[in-house]
């Protein structure tokens, strides 16, 4: 990996903080933020909203988090979010929990100075898309040297929508220590203007753009300081590592943990006291307010041999809000 950033998202163990939903400055007809984030002053810890500090502690130890990504709007309220919860995690955690942010605005020196005093490691900028190839002289090369003499690394994440070697360039030059190019993506928060700019999805994958991944690899992706992130590298492993960290911390000791990361057990609404007759250990279910939880596999076997009259299989994610995945029926 060409960042200790990219390698912790990689292993799953970067918390996703979204810290404001409005842009100033910006109204990029890509931006893949649904109905939820975008034009929202809320803020997220992964897909957790947050009500108060120990939100995003909660949910930095619920999936073990190395490090953690920052994002979300321009305005001065998000730096001096972003700064706070900086200072919040690096006390929690220690100076070895990795931070970055991504951000669509230089900022000038005074806010890469706070952000820095704040704890932050890392800085990716993002350029509007219609400078790409004109840069140099401008604040986006010049930030890329104050960031660094703040004691930042400074480097650039953009989207896939075509190869620019002006970047290449800012890399040969040490301006930037590296080059982050996301996959280009259909989301449902910018299906419809992306259609209308041309772009059309890719056979057979749900949200990568046709045509942009050939291009950008072959005029950026052999040098070294580049990455491509792919959109199944995202969800394939990224996303999913994240679940599996998150699963093996909450999981009781009956939950089954699934290859995609969530959890399995099974759930009827027999009378506990049935449980305790049949002898089954207490460390195989569990008694809810109106049912009960236990291994599926219990579950199964009990019902089969007529010792229950029915239950269910449930599979859901090891998130805060537990968004159940699968209900299968047994009787």
């Not at 969800?235 to 699934?258: G, M, P, S, Y």
């Amino acid at each position: 990996m060409i960042s200790k950033g990219c390698e912790q998202c990689a292993k799953g163990g970067k918390m996703v903080l979204f810290v404001y939903g409005y842009c100033d400055q910006r109204d990029c007809f890509y931006c893949p933020l649904g109905e939820n984030r975008k034009n929202v002053t809320d803020v997220y810890a992964n897909e957790r909203q947050v009500e108060r500090d120990e939100d995003v502690l909660e949910e930095a130890h619920r999936m073990d988090a190395l490090g953690t990504s920052i994002t979300g709007g321009e305005p001065q309220e998000a730096l001096e979010r972003t700064c706070h919860y900086l200072e919040l995690l690096k006390d929690e955690f220690g100076e070895d929990h990795h931070t970055h942010l991504y951000t669509g605005i230089t900022g000038g020196r005074e806010n890469m100075r706070k952000l820095s005093e704040a704890g932050l490691d890392e800085i990716r900028f993002h350029p509007p898309y219609e400078l790409w190839g004109d840069m140099h002289g401008t604040e986006w090369e010049e930030i890329l040297y104050i960031a660094r003499e703040e004691g930042l690394t400074p480097a650039f994440e953009i989207p896939g929508i075509r190869a620019e070697e002006e970047f290449l360039e800012f890399l040969d030059e040490g301006a930037a220590d590296f080059c982050n190019v996301n996959e280009f993506e259909m989301s449902d928060g910018n299906y419809r203007r992306m259609q209308e700019e041309g772009y059309e999805l890719k056979e057979g994958h749900m949200s990568a753009v046709d045509g942009s991944r050939e291009q950008i690899l072959e005029v950026m992706g052999d040098h070294e300081r580049v990455y491509f992130c792919t959109s199944v590298f995202k969800d394939a492993a990224q996303h999913r590592r994240r679940l599996k960290r998150a699963a093996r911390n909450v999981r009781r000791e009956f939950d089954d943990v699934t290859d995609d990361g969530t959890l399995v057990y099974g759930k009827t609404y027999t009378d506990p006291r049935r449980f305790a007759e049949l002898g089954v250990p207490e460390e195989f279910y569990t008694v809810k307010s109106d049912h009960v939880e236990i291994a599926w596999w219990l579950l199964e076997e009990m019902i089969e041999e007529g010792d229950l009259e029915d239950g269910e299989i449930v599979e859901q994610y090891p998130t805060y809000d537990g968004q159940v995945v699968e209900r299968t029926p047994l009787a």
